[in-house]
């Protein structure tokens, strides 16, 4: 049974610069990452690990015709306030709601060609008091 994302693996040509992406745009930060071989970085959400980042050139060949990934997606909170941060930093994003539900998404792309997806679920309405 799967119960959530464990990770998302990308490669990366220049790792500075996917790590600010990842830090300092969206607000992942850099952990702890056992002795690997390959040049990289564990980036974490709270206590996870949910994106590890390669040397490219170390991992794969740099060839269009092998894609970093498609997409993966990070759940989020405050559209508005990401918004207002990739517009900001001058981050190219795309932002639409998903038909017959409340959930919004922010599609942008990282340094490297990996497609990134926020996605804001619906707020429960507050209980009336």
Do not use: K, N
């Not at 794969?60 to 498609?70: F, R």
Request: overall charge negative; aromatic content about 8%; glycine content about 6%.
């Amino acid at each position: 049974m799967l119960l959530s994302l464990g990770h998302v693996t990308v490669l990366s040509t220049d790792l500075e610069r996917t790590e600010r992406f990842y830090c300092d745009l969206l607000g992942l930060r850099v952990g702890p990452r056992p002795a690997i071989r390959i040049p990289g970085c564990w980036l974490y959400l709270g206590d996870q690990p949910v994106l590890h980042v390669l040397a490219r050139q170390a991992a794969a060949p740099s060839d269009e015709a092998h894609p970093v990934i498609d997409h993966f997606a990070l759940d989020a909170e405050d559209r508005a306030g990401f918004e207002h941060r990739l517009q900001a930093a001058g981050q190219p994003f795309e932002s639409r709601r998903l038909a017959d539900s409340g959930i919004w998404q922010i599609f942008l792309t990282d340094p490297d060609g990996a497609r990134v997806e926020l996605s804001f679920a619906p707020r429960p309405d507050p209980a009336p008091v």
